[in-house]
């Protein structure tokens, strides 16, 4: 996806393969500076799915979660943010570590970010 192109509209980004979201967020990252930016998700990915250095100087760890039904799909859940943050900083050095979806949080994930303090930042794309 090139980078000019990432106005989407939610039920676009529903529409798209899991990867292809992967790679709207790889670019959305070099869209704000992070020029490494790349794509790593597959098997064996240990919870990573896109990894980058900001401007800053700070390695982003995000774990990408496509729901094709957005919303209305399943909801991301704390074993998912629990494995990204168990993995982020001794495999991937991360200073931060983002979890990013198109559709929804468990009623669970918000507390479990919070008691995470500034360790697991969660970010759903509504529009």
């Not at 899991?18 to 064996?44: K, N, P, S, V």
């Not at 559709?103 to 970010?113: D, H």
């Amino acid at each position: 996806m090139q980078q000019r192109a990432l106005r989407l509209a939610l039920p676009q980004l529903d529409e798209l393969h899991h990867r292809a979201f992967e790679y709207a967020i790889r670019d959305l990252m070099r869209r704000d500076g992070c020029t490494d930016a790349r794509q790593i998700g597959g098997a064996g990915d240990n919870g990573a799915d896109v990894l980058a250095t900001d401007p800053t100087g700070r390695t982003w760890v995000i774990q990408v979660k496509h729901r094709k039904d957005g919303v209305c799909g399943s909801a991301v859940g704390t074993p998912d943010l629990q494995r990204v943050n168990g993995t982020a900083r001794q495999l991937y050095g991360a200073d931060i570590v983002l979890v990013v979806t198109n559709g929804r949080f468990s009623a669970r994930c918000a507390p479990l970010a919070a008691r995470l303090q500034a360790a697991l930042h969660l970010a759903a794309i509504l529009v």
